[in-house]
């Protein structure tokens, strides 16, 4: 999904949820549309780019919105931060521990691949899956 597509995804699925789109949450939608992973500190100074006036508290708010109707993933590495993301059906991170790097796999055979075995898998414990999140850790090249 490119940003255009994925800003409608998210304005469409607001207003399914009977959900008010304030000019702020519009803003949220622009800046996780079009950026990969982002902390809430990130989030913030992007804001304060597009409007001076910035309620932290309302950000904070936004962000549980969207966590709480499963339109946004909170990744937590290290238990140290948090970075947030676009819900996305497949998705699949690499993570250096040493430098941090975050590596994002999107390749749409492999995803393809993963689904159906996860599909199968959850098929065993009745439940059926329909997406799916990994993380995986390692040491870059550069890191080496």
Known sequence: MNSTEMNDFYINRLKELKIKLT???INIIK?????KHFTINEL???LKQMDSKV????VYNNIDLLLEN???YANTFNG??????AIKPHLIHIKCDECSKI???????ENTQFMNSFISLGKKFNVEVNH????????CNECK
Do not use: A, C
């Open 23 to 25: 000019e702020l949450r």
């Open 80 to 85: 140290k931060y948090i970075i947030y993301e």
């Open 31 to 35: 800046i996780i549309s079009r950026t």
């Open 44 to 46: 913030i100074d992007m």
């Open 103 to 109: 590596i994002d796999v999107d390749d749409k055979k």
């Open 70 to 72: 499963h339109l946004l």
């Open 132 to 139: 799916y999140k990994i993380e995986l850790h390692g040491i």
């Open 55 to 58: 309620n932290i508290m309302s």
